[in-house]
């Protein structure tokens, strides 16, 4: 989402020269400007956006009960899409609709010192070790949800490892990589991050 702001918006940015009017027609023009063949509108929120912080929207729903006027229109838009410019408290709003990939996933987190938040006294050999069996246990078919309300020290282990659903990106490089590389119902390996073992199962 770029934002074109004008005086009187709603933003943190010192100095908006635009009135409304000015604003809009700014607006227009990197519209169009956006719609242009080999333009990334992602380069047009570096540049341009009065706003940077809120470049991405969360997900979207038309069941949202309280969803803005103003954020309706993203709605409408098919993948790929730029959106008219549309008026709003923080400004006028451009949108590009992007294709967001989602995955439902469940891990169980062997920590050890030494590793971001850890919780447990073992040392990484011993993390790694307990990790490796519980990966051997998984294979001998025990259930992925009662191991990781027995062994996972995330906080998702008492939910039997349940993460709920999130995108790509949203994950530390290692774990994000490893989910997205699985099908759903399949485990992986084992996954070493700055927060320890992982053990991660892709369920949708």
């Known amino acids: 989402m770029l934002v074109v702001a004008y005086q009187g918006a709603r933003t ?3 100095n908006i020269f635009y009135d409304k009017s000015g604003a ?7 519209t169009d400007y956006a719609r242009r ?3 990334k509108f992602s380069d047009l929120i570096n540049q341009f956006t009065d706003l940077p912080q ?11 009960p309280s969803l803005p006027d103003f954020l309706k229109p993203a709605l409408k838009l098919g993948v790929g899409q730029i959106s008219d410019p549309v ?9 590009r609709r992007v294709l967001v990939e989602l995955v439902t996933a469940s891990h169980i987190l062997i920590t050890y010192e030494g590793a971001l938040r850890a919780t447990k006294k073992r040392d990484r050999k011993e ?13 001998r078919g025990k259930d992925f ?6 062994h996972s020290d995330g906080p998702s282990g008492p939910k039997g490892g349940d993460l709920g659903r ?16 699985l099908k759903p119902g399949e485990v992986s390996g084992v996954v070493e991050t700055q927060f320890g073992y992982h053990i991660i199962k892709r369920i949708k």
């Open 145 to 150: 949800a009662e191991l990781a309300r027995e």
């Open 54 to 64: 809120q470049s991405k929207l969360p997900l979207l729903s038309a069941k949202q």
């Open 127 to 139: 993390a790694r070790i307990l990790a490796e069996q519980i990966l051997k246990d998984l294979k």
């Open 12 to 14: 943190p940015k010192q």
């Open 87 to 95: 008026d709003s408290p923080f400004g006028y709003l451009i949108f």
């Open 166 to 181: 999130f995108t790509r990106g949203q994950m530390v490089p290692e774990f994000d990589q490893a989910v997205f590389n």
């Open 24 to 30: 809009e027609k700014i607006a227009q023009k990197l």
């Open 37 to 39: 063949k080999g333009i």
